[in-house]
């Protein structure tokens, strides 16, 4: 089972919106709406942002957004903010013997 | 709120055994929750290792499936992780995780573990 696949890096602007793709196959991301969505900053351990496609965690800012066409999912970050200087990671359930793959991992960058 | 915490040796011998416990608190290792392992070598990406449900049941990743056992002990509301034959490829910093339905939602804080002589 390969890594999903996600862009090595995004960068916006301080209230800009930036996307970051997520690409897999009908056997997970398109499969199934069981995409989740973590935020990870130097040191520190992932976040929990995004779970089922487009669902928010409580606690979580509404400036997170995700959804998915296909067998692509996406999230979305508006009003960007200094704080968002992170890596965040896509994962799914999948169909393979794999049962859960993240993918490869987004540096998003704060300008 | 539950919480999840790693604990085990730091550095581990080329083709020895690499063992470490989460311990739960907060809540009880009995709910409805499947326990997991995840794992992350020096700046690279995450890997799902395995996952245990209270029962005993287990589901591992295929590419660790031979090396790789995760055991949970209800009476110390902890889980466990081994594998075995392990190489410098091993090097990680190992997470143990909460899955709730079909995403992580509650991590440990990480423990490094390096595999060196």
């Known amino acids: 089972q390969s890594a999903l696949t996600q862009p090595a890096s995004v960068s916006g602007s301080p209230g800009q919106s930036i996307t970051i793709s997520c690409t897999g196959t009908?056997?997970?991301?398109?499969?199934?709406?069981?995409v989740s969505w973590y935020q990870q900053h130097p040191g520190k351990a992932p976040k929990f942002m995004i779970y089922?496609?487009?669902n928010r965690p409580s606690g979580v800012s509404n400036r997170f957004s995700g959804s998915k066409s296909g067998n692509t999912a996406s999230l979305t970050i508006s009003g960007l903010q200094a704080e968002d200087e992170a890596d965040y990671y896509c994962s799914s359930y999948t169909s393979s013997s794999s049962f859960y793959v993240f993918g490869t991992g987004t540096k998003v960058t704060v300008l | 709120q539950v919480q999840l915490r790693e604990s085990g040796p730091g550095l581990v011998n080329p083709s020895g055994t690499l063992s470490l416990t989460c311990a739960v608190s907060g809540g009880s290792i009995s709910s409805t929750n499947w326990w997991i392992w995840i794992r992350q070598p020096p700046g690279k990406g995450l890997e799902w290792i395995g996952e245990i449900f209270h029962s005993g049941n287990t589901n591992y990743n295929p590419s660790l499936k031979s090396r790789v056992s995760i055991s949970v002990d209800k009476s110390k509301n902890r889980f466990s992780l081994r594998l075995r034959s392990v190489t410098a490829a091993d090097t990680a910093v190992y997470y143990c995780a909460k899955r709730g339905k079909y995403a992580f939602d509650i991590w440990g804080q990480g423990t490094m573990v390096t595999v060196s002589s």
């Open positions: 089922d496609v487009s």
């Open positions: 009908s056997s997970d991301v398109g499969g199934y709406n069981y």
